[in-house]
């Protein structure tokens, strides 16, 4: 089946620097990698996807890497604000079953 | 639209009761899935639904949990006896497509004592 690591389980940030949050995965044939926010008592919520035929892609302050060689992808935050604060969990499609599996989450917190 | 809505969003029980938990999807997705989140790790998957349709029960820990669908609207989660590993938070999410966003729940979150 699939295995995804994820990296750094904890990340501080002044408010205005950039936050990266790293992931690799290990079936090569993983084709879609989502990233879901949760913040303190809500849902995980996607904010940004990549599927394989894309290296990069970027919606305002987020964006995703995507490296096929090395199976690693990377959620990158730009000018970070205090409301970026909340558990950041990285995916993907790999396994017999196509079904995601999630690494164990970033704590990002934004310092004012 | 109403998402995903899970209850109960907390339940607290002895070892070696019963628990059930309900999962609405968003109308008209036929993809339901259920995972747990425990001690703070991966969000790990536990089975996916397609309509009343068990698709992929793989991560289903145990035979102390019963997952039901039927007539592929709401889905229920029974973990009977429970144990103390059981707790954590249990979340179900639906989607349109296999492929495509997962829509979470608020999710249930399980204490065994």
């Known amino acids: 089946g699939e295995n995804v690591e994820q990296h750094p389980s904890t990340l501080s940030v002044q408010e205005g620097d950039s936050a990266v949050i790293k992931c690799t995965y290990s079936?090569?044939?993983?084709?879609?990698f989502p990233w879901y926010k949760q913040e303190l008592g809500k849902r995980p919520q996607l904010i940004i996807d990549i599927r394989s035929n894309v290296g990069e892609k970027k919606d305002q302050r987020i964006a995703v890497t995507l490296n096929k060689t090395a199976k690693h992808f990377s959620l990158h935050i730009t000018e970070t604000q205090p409301e970026d604060s909340a558990v950041y969990f990285c995916a993907a499609n790999g396994g017999s079953a196509r079904q995601l599996t999630f690494g164990s989450g970033t704590q990002l917190t934004v310092l004012p | 639209e109403a998402g995903v809505t899970q209850f109960p969003s907390h339940s607290v029980i002895e070892k070696g009761q019963t628990v059930t938990l309900r999962c609405d999807p968003i109308?008209?997705?036929?993809?339901l899935y259920w995972y747990r989140r425990v001690m703070g790790k991966e969000i790990k998957f536990l089975l996916h639904f397609v309509k009343e349709s068990k698709q992929d029960e793989s991560g289903m820990p145990n035979n102390r949990f019963l997952a039901e669908r039927t007539g592929g609207t709401y889905s229920t989660l029974k973990v009977q006896p429970a144990e103390l590993e059981d707790s954590g938070v249990y979340f179900c999410?639906?989607?349109?497509?296999?492929?495509?966003?997962?829509?979470f729940g608020e999710g249930s979150r399980l204490t065994v004592l």
């Open positions: 079936d090569s044939a993983s084709n879609y």
């Open positions: 109308s008209g997705h036929d993809n």
């Open positions: 999410a639906s989607s349109q497509q296999t492929t495509g966003e997962l829509f």
